[in-house]
């Protein structure tokens, strides 16, 4: 089963951090994404730019309207994600634990609906 | 004719009491839908009563069930193939083969996955209120308004739940399967919880006339004996298993030959059964060897201590105090707290009993429960203070629902009144 692990996490500690905690957390990520690829089970991954990057779009009656910034403004913002296959949710759990931003933010676990 | 129907009807009744949740958890794990299994399995009885009245009940009838629930599974898989072909057609066909590459040719080779199953039920991606319903209604085949009534939540809104849980067993791919070493401790106590609600539910029926209560706490301790065969090294599912054999073992010395109540102190140990007792106290000095205590050998030790009664003439009120007091520890259980109550009451006198009452007495939950108001009753008593034992037993006899526990509570208060003149 194909799972999207959700990375949220606190932008504005991310942006305050220093270059020491994002050299770490870059290559906390980097051994995580080589150990998805040694295991064969990432089919796809990335990182996102800020939230505030984000234009929201939403056509309503014909007329489409763009908005500046991200679909909810929460504390914690979708950071990126990954995409892996995998038998079950309890391996897609076990993944989603071990990915750098379970321990900085929170990882939304979601299976893709397979068409 | 009628004969042969009502024949086939017998045993497919007997074939669903005894082993409903056994062909769910065959079905259902190999699809992951639980939803479909129900669904195919409820199909093939209806089959069953079609046929079998004409061509008599087949030598392998739960075999015969489990074919005919695949095949309605896959004509329902083949069914939204053709709705839905832009779907991704290969994962159905791969399904179906495996499907049919597992045929069960007798009962004998059906595998007993009910463990797995129960694991499903309890995964922690499951809202915990849930899990006990799920297994209730899955593995001993309970539908929606019996469930809700065991929780005390309205048919509607548990059949909705029921529906919901089943359907994110599903999607979300939870798998059928015993968690590993590693990550079962967490995974094993909600199982346990499940298992202890469904034989609680069972045990809830003293005179033992309910038939389906009866096999509901006789599903319990199956349940509880197969996580300990399955998993004999875990001291918590040793420890439910005592303490529901031991809670079995008295079933029948709560009521006399009138069926009136019999409180637990005044009953003969010569009415206990004494083999499951003795299995029970096995049970828990196995337990107590993995040096890992737990609520269930707690409440299962607190069992023992009273049965010690069979040979000393009377309960081990010392040792009973001590493990409450370890247990409200563990529990934080205002329900604890009252048992505990009337154990110090034994060992320190009503006074100290009375005192630990009160400092429980804030809990708006206790305001409409009957032990905790029986209990203040009875301590009042050995206190001295009729008037207000009285009033506790009025409060008591209103909230009780069982009429023999009800006439008990009226003789006590009576008692007092004689007593008192």
Known sequence: ?115 | MPDAIAQSREAAETIARRSYGKLIAFLAARTGNVAEAEDTLSDAFAAALVDWPVKGVPQSPEAWLITVARRKGIDAARRRRSAEYAADSVSLITQELQDLAVTVLDDTQIPDERLALMFACAHPAIDAGLRAPLILQTVLGFDAATVASAFLISPTTMGQRLVRAKAKIKQAGIPFRVPERNELGGRLAAVLEAIYAIFAEGWSDPAGTETRRRNLAEEGIWLGRLVVTLLPEEPEALGLLALILHAEARRGARRDAQGEYVPLADQNPASWDHAMIEEAEALLSRASQFGAIGRYQLEAAIQSAHVVRRRTGQSDWTAIEKLYGALAALTHSPVVAINRAVAVAETRGPAAGLDLLDSVAADARLNDYQPYWAARAKLLTQAGDLAAAENAYDRAIGLEADPAVRRFLQHRRAALRQSAS
Do not use: F
Not at chain 1, 34 to 51: H, M, P, T, W, Y
Not at chain 1, 81 to 99: E, G, K, M, N
């Open chain 1, 1 to 115: 089963m194909k799972y999207m692990l959700l990375i949220y996490g606190n932008e504005a500690n991310a942006q305050a951090a220093s270059k020491a905690d994002i050299d770490q957390m870059l290559a906390a990520y980097g051994a995580y994404t080589e150990a998805l690829k040694k295991a064969g089970v990432i089919v796809d991954g990335n990182r996102l730019q800020r939230s505030t990057s984000a234009t929201t779009v939403r056509t309503t009656g014909g007329k489409t309207n763009v908005l500046d910034g991200p679909y909810a403004e929460t504390k914690e913002q979708l950071g990126g994600y990954y995409i892996i296959d995998v038998p079950d949710l309890d391996a897609a759990l076990s993944w989603a634990a071990r990915c750098p931003g379970a321990s900085h933010g929170v990882m939304e676990v979601r299976p893709v609906w397979a068409m």
